[in-house]
């Protein structure tokens, strides 16, 4: 299995930009189906981007956040630019077994802790 760890949360104004950083261990990151999902108190969990061999976004997301995932290092990214108050989110990685990007959050197998985005106006 997979261990999971998200970095790169904070605060930042509208318009600016974060890029989220997941680390993995224990199995490579290419063997999987890696997303990236993000909540808020009293909301279901959002998909937000998920990485095969290709990317796809979520409706909110699509043109400002890209997803992106580096083998060698064991790592899966997530660069927001553009950022919106309504982006403000505790972000997960997650990974899932198979080919298929997955939207929903039960179809991921592993899941990190999280890390807080606030974006102030």
């Known amino acids: 299995q997979v261990q999971l760890v998200e970095s790169g949360g904070g605060l930042v104004q509208a318009g600016g930009s974060l890029r989220l950083s997941c680390a993995a261990s224990g199995r490579s990151v290419s063997t999987y189906v890696m997303g990236w999902f993000r909540q808020v108190p009293g909301k279901e969990r959002e998909f937000v981007a998920g990485i095969n061999w290709s990317s796809y976004y979520g409706d909110s997301v699509k043109g400002r956040f890209t997803i992106s995932r580096d083998n060698a290092k064991n790592m899966v990214y997530l660069q927001m630019n553009s950022l919106r108050p309504e982006d403000t989110a505790v972000y997960y990685c997650?990974?899932?077994?198979?080919?298929?990007?997955?939207?929903?959050?039960?179809?991921?197998?592993?899941w990190g802790q999280g890390t807080q985005v606030t974006v102030s106006s």
């Open positions: 997650a990974a899932r077994s198979g080919l298929r990007v997955g939207v929903e959050r039960n179809e991921y197998d592993y």
